[in-house]
């Protein structure tokens, strides 16, 4: 009479109405076997075609809204320190004027993108932290749009904002395209090209290149003939180029046990104008001093900002947000768009960022599914003692993808190496619905003598409710982290919507795909042995038939001669 009671009294009929819409099912399926099978083949196709027909997208990680960003800006190449600190400032205006930023932290003329970062006079990072999710109507994507919306208002400013990752920095942008080759007039050229398909993508932002041509710089071309002439050497113009300009601290001073370095350089006016860089002297190997223009000539130019190496080769690596978009879709999309790209003799493209590390994590992860697939295999070959029945149970597992990559689907979530965790995980829970089922068929036909079919009408009857059971409490307990708000609840909610998903579709496909296979492996058990019997039978009297008149005319032969 109580209200628990009732509960208990409810809920035992409506399982004993499932169970016996289940049980009729269940004799339907081992009556239209090939039906069955045909049907979970097709929903198979269909949830797999999910993946390239882009419902499903694909990450190395999900972005998760934590409510931390790096705001890195740029002025244009040679202002000063102070001509950055005094844009920075104007930005650090605009962006506190933002009720939900909580706090703020500047640096000029540095920038911390990615574990290694950059110096330079130009550029600066504001570090901005949002107050509580909880607290704020606005996503932090919401924000980033608002504060580069207002900040390129600016005139001159270079504005790029990337999440703060795991790791506590700046992650650099999610794709790089890194173009390689010995030329390097080529391979910007190439980039060049390469960003401008890039800007093409939907889903791609602020497309930049990692160095930028315009820097300012004095370039000093030698003459190695006059300079042999005169008694010089590179290394010895060289080295004093450098103490001119960089300076040399190898000298120290010491007073008492402290030690204090010394550092050695022209002053800043006697290296500023080129007519003074002209009368640098140097003394070669007859003790004569020679001056620079003697045997270079010293202009102004202009540089890129920045000259990387990949593999020994010039590089210049294209960069790109991702808005909208995994970034697996974008750079498929991308890697399309450039098959028509016609690149110069040497220079190639290789793919860097969050690209490469989702090639080589799912890469891993595949060879992990499988290894957990055949060890999963192997324990059940060496408990059940039998190589047929665990083949049975396997069958439990495509049946799981179909609802893993459904849910992800449906929820609009990406494929990540978390979801993908979630799916080897499904390898061993899904594969209990089908060991109960299993365990119990092969138990009754032991034991009682039943037939496959009486038998597994008896196992279905008798496990399904434990299967209910573990199945059901499994997808409560996912059901906080899959339906979870809080921060950084986006990296782990595929990984719970996987479980969830393959969990479910193994509950109501694996109680009836099992006993469809497993009734068909036990005939082929019996026919499988009487079929390769006949099979030998017939060739040992195909060969008798051909090798008794090959005997006989033999016999003839040796009689008669």
Same mark, same amino acid.
């Given at each position: 009479?109580?209200?628990?009671?009732?509960?208990?009294?409810?809920?035992?009929?409506?399982?004993?109405?499932?169970?016996?819409?289940?049980?009729?099912?269940?004799?339907?399926?081992?009556?239209?076997?090939?039906?069955?099978?045909?049907?979970?083949?097709?929903?198979?196709?269909?949830?797999?075609?999910?993946?390239?027909?882009?419902?499903?997208?694909?990450?190395?990680?999900?972005?998760?809204?934590?409510?931390?960003?790096?705001?890195?800006?740029?002025?244009?190449?040679?202002?000063?320190?102070?001509?950055?600190?005094?844009?920075?400032?104007?930005?650090?205006?605009?962006?506190?004027?933002?009720?939900?930023?909580?706090?703020?932290?500047?640096?000029?003329?540095?920038?911390?993108?990615?574990?290694?970062?950059?110096?330079?006079?130009?550029?600066?990072?504001?570090?901005?932290?949002?107050?509580?999710?909880?607290?704020?109507?606005?996503?932090?994507?919401?924000?980033?749009?608002?504060?580069?919306?207002?900040?390129?208002?600016?005139?001159?400013?270079?504005?790029?904002?990337?999440?703060?990752?795991?790791?506590?920095?700046?992650?650099?942008?999610?794709?790089?395209?890194?173009?390689?080759?010995?030329?390097?007039?080529?391979?910007?050229?190439?980039?060049?090209?390469?960003?401008?398909?890039?800007?093409?993508?939907?889903?791609?932002?602020?497309?930049?290149?990692?160095?930028?041509?315009?820097?300012?710089?004095?370039?000093?071309?030698?003459?190695?003939?006059?300079?042999?002439?005169?008694?010089?050497?590179?290394?010895?113009?060289?080295?004093?180029?450098?103490?001119?300009?960089?300076?040399?601290?190898?000298?120290?001073?010491?007073?008492?046990?402290?030690?204090?370095?010394?550092?050695?350089?022209?002053?800043?006016?006697?290296?500023?104008?080129?007519?003074?860089?002209?009368?640098?002297?140097?003394?070669?190997?007859?003790?004569?001093?020679?001056?620079?223009?003697?045997?270079?000539?010293?202009?102004?130019?202009?540089?890129?900002?920045?000259?990387?190496?990949?593999?020994?080769?010039?590089?210049?690596?294209?960069?790109?947000?991702?808005?909208?978009?995994?970034?697996?879709?974008?750079?498929?999309?991308?890697?399309?768009?450039?098959?028509?790209?016609?690149?110069?003799?040497?220079?190639?493209?290789?793919? =860097? /960022?969050?690209?490469?590390?989702?090639?080589? %994590?799912? *890469? #891993?992860? +595949? !060879?992990?599914?499988?290894?957990?697939?055949?060890?999963?295999?192997?324990?059940?070959?060496?408990?059940?003692?039998?190589?047929?029945?665990?083949?049975?149970?396997?069958?439990?597992?495509?049946?799981?993808?179909?609802?893993?990559?459904?849910?992800?689907?449906?929820?609009?979530?990406?494929?990540?190496?978390?979801?993908?965790?979630?799916?080897?995980?499904?390898?061993?829970?899904?594969?209990?619905?089908?060991?109960?089922?299993?365990?119990?068929?092969?138990?009754?036909?032991?034991?009682?003598?039943?037939?496959?079919?009486?038998?597994?009408?008896?196992?279905?009857?008798?496990?399904?409710?434990?299967?209910?059971?573990?199945?059901?409490?499994?997808?409560?307990?996912?059901?906080?982290?899959?339906?979870?708000?809080?921060?950084?609840?986006?990296?782990? =909610? /595929?990984?719970?919507?996987?479980?969830?998903? %393959?969990? *479910? #579709?193994? +509950? !109501?496909?694996?109680?009836?795909?099992?006993?469809?296979?497993?009734?068909?492996?036990?005939?082929?058990?019996?026919?499988?042995?009487?079929?390769?019997?006949?099979?030998?039978?017939?060739?040992?009297?195909?060969?008798?038939?051909?090798?008794?008149?090959?005997?006989?005319?033999?016999?003839?032969?040796?009689?008669?001669?």
């Amino acid at each position: 009479d109580t209200l628990l009671g009732k509960f208990a009294f409810w809920f035992e009929r409506m399982y004993h109405k499932f169970a016996e819409q289940y049980i009729h099912i269940l004799r339907w399926s081992l009556n239209n076997k090939w039906k069955v099978v045909l049907l979970t083949t097709s929903l198979m196709i269909a949830s797999l075609a999910l993946v390239p027909l882009g419902f499903v997208g694909s990450e190395f990680m999900t972005v998760a809204d934590r409510g931390e960003f790096a705001v890195t800006i740029e002025v244009p190449s040679g202002s000063t320190v102070q001509h950055t600190n005094h844009v920075t400032q104007e930005v650090e205006k605009i962006i506190s004027s933002f009720p939900e930023i909580s706090k703020m932290f500047v640096n000029v003329g540095v920038s911390s993108e990615g574990l290694i970062g950059q110096s330079s006079n130009n550029v600066s990072e504001l570090n901005v932290t949002l107050v509580p999710k909880s607290e704020r109507t606005k996503s932090t994507d919401d924000m980033i749009l608002e504060i580069k919306k207002n900040v390129r208002k600016i005139p001159g400013v270079t504005v790029r904002v990337n999440p703060i990752g795991i790791f506590g920095v700046a992650n650099q942008t999610p794709i790089a395209l890194i173009v390689s080759g010995p030329n390097y007039d080529e391979v910007r050229f190439a980039s060049e090209k390469v960003m401008k398909i890039v800007r093409t993508v939907p889903g791609t932002a602020d497309v930049r290149l990692s160095s930028e041509l315009g820097k300012p710089e004095h370039r000093i071309e030698l003459d190695r003939e006059k300079m042999s002439d005169l008694g010089l050497t590179l290394g010895e113009v060289g080295a004093t180029l450098r103490i001119a300009f960089n300076g040399d601290d190898d000298s120290k001073f010491r007073e008492g046990s402290t030690e204090h370095p010394i550092r050695i350089v022209l002053d800043q006016f006697d290296r500023s104008k080129i007519q003074d860089i002209e009368n640098l002297s140097f003394k070669n190997n007859k003790g004569q001093q020679i001056e620079l223009k003697q045997f270079a000539t010293i202009f102004r130019s202009t540089g890129p900002t920045k000259l990387q190496r990949q593999d020994r080769n010039y590089s210049v690596t294209v960069f790109s947000q991702a808005v909208g978009r995994p970034i697996g879709s974008i750079t498929d999309d991308i890697k399309k768009a450039l098959t028509v790209l016609q690149l110069p003799h040497g220079v190639a493209i290789m793919y =860097s /960022g969050d690209e490469k590390n989702r090639a080589e %994590g799912f *890469t #891993s992860l +595949l !060879l992990a599914l499988a290894a957990a697939i055949l060890f999963v295999y192997m324990i059940m070959v060496a408990l059940y003692d039998s190589y047929i029945y665990p083949f049975v149970v396997l069958f439990s597992i495509p049946v799981a993808m179909i609802g893993a990559i459904l849910a992800l689907a449906l929820t609009m979530k990406s494929l990540s190496i978390f979801s993908m965790l979630g799916v080897i995980m499904l390898i061993g829970l899904v594969a209990k619905n089908a060991i109960l089922l299993v365990d119990r068929t092969s138990q009754m036909q032991k034991d009682h003598g039943m037939s496959a079919a009486d038998a597994l009408v008896e196992a279905g009857q008798t496990r399904l409710r434990p299967i209910l059971m573990t199945t059901a409490s499994m997808i409560v307990g996912m059901s906080p982290i899959a339906f979870s708000l809080s921060a950084g609840s986006e990296w782990k =909610s /595929g990984l719970a919507w996987a479980l969830i998903g %393959g969990l *479910t #579709s193994s +509950l !109501l496909l694996t109680l009836v795909l099992v006993p469809v296979v497993y009734i068909k492996v036990d005939e082929w058990r019996v026919t499988f042995p009487a079929f390769i019997k006949r099979l030998f039978r017939k060739r040992i009297k195909q060969e008798t038939s051909e090798t008794i008149p090959e005997l006989a005319t033999a016999v003839e032969f040796s009689n008669g001669k």
